[in-house]
């Protein structure tokens, strides 16, 4: 079974643009978690979707949002990006929501970087 | 608000040392901690999930302890390797309708041979 797969790899974006980046969960996972990590730092919680709906919030403006599909594959937009926002964006996939917690199967990330 | 630390921040030991990683966290009131590892500029590799009425979890040569009480877990690995060579995070979550983990900053283990 494929793990979970995120596109693309590396991104280089500049100060202002707009960046999607998209997640596949494992085969089977309803849920999808999306976490900002910036390098020496672990990795912060930005949203989870479960069944297409959203589930959990973290502390991130407005800027970034972010849906689930009904194939629970998930997209994170983030607008008007700032040099702040250069991080590794890592997306996770388990079997439930939060209310029974399995473990979390975490992709490679994509590396953005923002001139 | 929930706070997560890891102790020691890095560790560099030769092979064969038995290891022991300390995080704590600041708010007793979890629904569980999981144990991850990452290697540089990658994903996370979940290694043990231990939920809040769990004591220990085992796997191998690891073995993950959770005291709620003193908010405290401790990752003992033994005989360690060169390929257990990382960056090893654990995460909280809190109790609710919804996931909401926190994550300690980690420990850079560094296994020489």
């Known amino acids: 079974d494929a793990g979970v797969t995120q596109s693309p790899t590396h991104l280089i974006k500049t100060r202002g643009q707009q960046v999607t980046l998209r997640c596949s969960p494992i085969s089977g996972h309803k849920s999808v978690s999306w976490y900002q990590q910036v390098l020496g730092q672990g990795p912060q919680f930005i949203f989870q979707?479960?069944?297409?709906?959203?589930?959990g919030r973290g502390n991130f403006p407005d800027r970034f949002s972010a849906r689930q599909f009904p194939n629970y594959s998930s997209e994170l937009n983030v607008n008007a990006l700032l040099l702040g926002d250069s991080a590794l964006y890592l997306c996770?996939?388990?079997?439930?929501?939060?209310?029974?917690?399995?473990?979390?199967?975490f992709g490679p990330g994509t590396r953005l970087t923002v001139t | 608000k929930q706070e997560v630390t890891q102790i020691p921040a890095a560790l560099s030991v030769p092979e064969g040392e038995n290891l022991v990683l300390n995080c704590s966290f600041t708010d007793s009131a979890i629904y569980n901690l999981q144990w991850f590892r990452q290697d540089p500029g990658k994903g996370l590799t979940s290694l043990l999930l231990?939920?809040?009425?769990?004591r220990e979890q085992t796997s191998g040569r690891l073995n993950a302890s959770l005291d709620k009480s003193s908010g405290r877990s401790t990752l003992y690995i033994a005989a360690s390797q060169p390929g257990d060579s990382a960056t090893y995070l654990c995460?909280?979550?809190?109790?609710?309708?919804?996931?909401?983990?926190?994550f300690g900053r980690g420990t850079s283990l560094i296994v020489h041979p």
């Open positions: 231990i939920q809040s009425s769990q």
């Open positions: 979707y479960y069944e297409k709906e959203e589930r």
């Open positions: 995460a909280v979550s809190r109790p609710g309708g919804s996931y909401i983990p926190t």
């Open positions: 996770a996939s388990s079997a439930d929501s939060g209310f029974f917690l399995n473990e979390q199967y």
